[in-house]
Nanobody
Framework: QVQLVESGGGLVQAGDSLRLSCAAS????????MAWFRQAPGKERVFVAA????????YYADSVKGRFTISRDNAKNTVYLQMNTLKPEDTAVYYC??????????????????WGQGTQVTVSS
């Protein structure tokens, strides 16, 4: 059973940066695509970024492309999300998850599992 624990969230001002971390338990971390999703109050959970097993392939939502960078360290069983030039609309709870089903044209919440508890990111204007 893989468990994921997110950390690194906080309250920042617009234009600031944050780096989120997601630590995974278990020996199979490098076998999975990993992703970050976020959920704003009253809204659905949406895709933010994903990364391939070796870290060579990365994918981003249009809303964060050019500002966020996903990376992973398989030796540390950790995936990161570097968030730069933060905007108030980035305010949300950020979750990491591992891919359970192959990509089928969209990064869907239902294709991911082992969700962590989330970490709150609040960006003030």
């Amino acid at each position: 059973q893989v468990q994921l624990v997110e950390s690194g969230g906080g309250l920042v001002q617009a234009g600031d940066s944050l780096r989120l971390s997601c630590a995974a338990s278990g020996r199979t971390f490098s076998s999975y695509f990993m992703a970050w999703f976020r959920q704003a109050p009253g809204k659905e959970r949406v895709f933010v970024a994903a990364i391939g097993r070796s870290g060579g392939n990365t994918y981003y939502a249009d809303s964060v492309k050019g500002r966020f960078t996903i990376s992973r360290d398989n030796a540390k069983n950790t995936v990161y999300l570097q968030m730069n030039t933060l905007k108030p609309e980035d305010t949300a709870v950020y979750y990491c998850a591992r891919q359970m089903r192959a990509y089928s044209g969209a990064w869907k919440v239902s294709d991911f599992g082992s969700w962590g508890q989330g970490t709150q990111v609040t960006v003030s204007s």
